[in-house]
């Protein structure tokens, strides 16, 4: 059967890999002249990521993260840190062509520098440097993100919401190099977040992922947040942006296509991150091609989907509601929440999460909740709660 992947990032890469190891022909369609070319990720993973992509390379590898702060509007602090709380920072322009590289000693045919442009006559019309190709295929899997074009040609849905992400890569004030930063508030992004990323202990990636005016927004960030202020140096490296989509695209098969990552909308909406929905869903889809191969049954494919929603439909409903709260607080309520938390041992309770899974982060905030002697903090937090539930 003749597969042809579409987008050779890590969704592509995993699910070429896994056709090409169990007798599917298959093609990866890239259109830069690497993968992970250019960079549109943070590159921040947990350790169950990091297993699940077969522990890349050392080069890959950048640091490894125990814990967290958060930074409130007036540069107040909430930390978060715990031995299993575990997240790896990797280099995209290694780890893309690594994992390219598997999928092609696995039996996947490379074309890169090439464009799936749409079809004609029902053949694949593949823009090369070479000219102008039409391939035949028996499957088509969209791994090409939220702008892909084979979304498009195949009439699937967009993602319900569009946010953009900024970043730079820096010389930085690091404080600890084992901690993730986060920032909150009018002066880092109103409806999201913005974030300082530690390389080493005097290098840090520095983002914002907002719904308009990133650029403005990175700049508000660095200049005015007190947590962030006289941070970063001037000079910079390297800076990326990138779309990031949020919630599930509905559905995900659509006759002899399928869209897999960030294509399907197939990311943690509360952090933006999608890695870790994209390689397990990359595993499920080439499970449903793998059966349709055997059994000639194009209803196989729809495996993938009720395996999908079955694992993480619920997360991402929860991250949703989360990610619409970000739009709701303002400065004076994330001061309340910070204020709040310096009362009591939050910390070890938020720790208990699994920052792949935001239910668990809810379940958490619950427990916090009910540790609270003081009625007037249990009962704002109550209302944050059901407001989210509600959004």
Request: charged share 25%; glycine share 10%; hydrophobic share 40%.
């Given at each position: ?28 369609i ?35 993260v125990?814990g ?36 092609v ?28 190709k ?5 499957l ?34 690091v ?5 993730v930063?986060i ?48 941070r ?9 942006a ?14 002899r ?6 294509s ?20 499920m ?13 194009i ?19 929860v991250?949703?509601k ?16 910070f ?14 999460g ?5 239910s668990?982060i ?30």
């Open positions: 059967m003749r597969t042809l992947v579409i987008g050779g990032g890590i969704t592509g890469s995993i699910l070429a890999r896994k056709l090409a190891e169990n007798g599917v022909e298959v093609r990866i890239e259109e830069h002249s690497s993968p992970g070319f250019p960079v549109q990720c943070a590159g921040l993973v947990s350790r169950k990521c990091y297993e699940l992509l077969g522990k890349p390379a050392e080069k890959s590898l950048e640091n490894r125990r967290a702060v958060a930074f409130s509007p007036s540069g107040r602090s909430f930390e978060v840190s715990s031995e299993d709380f575990l997240g790896y920072v990797i280099e995209r322009k290694t780890l893309d062509p690594e994992l390219f590289r598997r999928a000693n696995s039996g996947a045919v490379p074309m890169l520098k090439s464009y799936f442009a749409g079809l004609k006559n029902g053949r694949a019309v593949v823009k090369t440097q070479d000219g102008v039409c391939l035949d295929f028996d088509i899997a969209g791994c090409d993100g939220p702008g892909g074009k084979t979304g498009v040609v195949f009439g699937f849905e967009k993602p319900e919401m569009i946010f953009s992400g900024l970043q730079i890569e820096c010389r930085y004030r404080e600890h190099v084992d901690q930063e920032f909150l508030g009018e002066n880092a992004s109103p409806d999201f977040f913005g974030y300082a990323i530690p390389i080493d202990g005097e290098t840090a990636r520095v983002g914002v992922v907002t719904k308009e005016m990133a650029l403005h927004r990175l700049r508000r960030m660095i200049e005015r947040h007190p947590a962030m202020k006289n970063v140096m001037r000079a910079y490296t390297e800076a990326n990138g779309a990031i989509p949020v919630g599930l695209v509905d559905p995900f098969v659509n006759g296509a399928l869209l897999v990552g960030d399907a909308g197939q990311v943690k909406p509360y952090t933006g991150g999608g890695i870790y929905y994209g390689a397990v869903a990359s595993e889809a080439g499970d449903a091609i793998i059966e349709y191969e055997k059994t000639g049954n209803k196989a494919l729809n495996r993938y989907s009720v395996d999908f929603r079955k694992e993480f439909e619920k997360e991402i409903r991250g949703m989360i990610v619409k709260l970000y739009s709701i607080l303002n400065d004076n309520d994330y001061e309340t929440i204020d709040i938390a310096s009362r009591y041992s939050i910390s070890d309770v938020i720790a208990e699994d920052m792949d899974r935001p668990t809810i379940s958490a905030g619950m427990k916090a909740v009910s540790m609270m002697k003081n009625p007037k903090h249990a009962l704002f937090f109550a209302k944050l709660l059901s407001k989210m539930m509600l959004s």
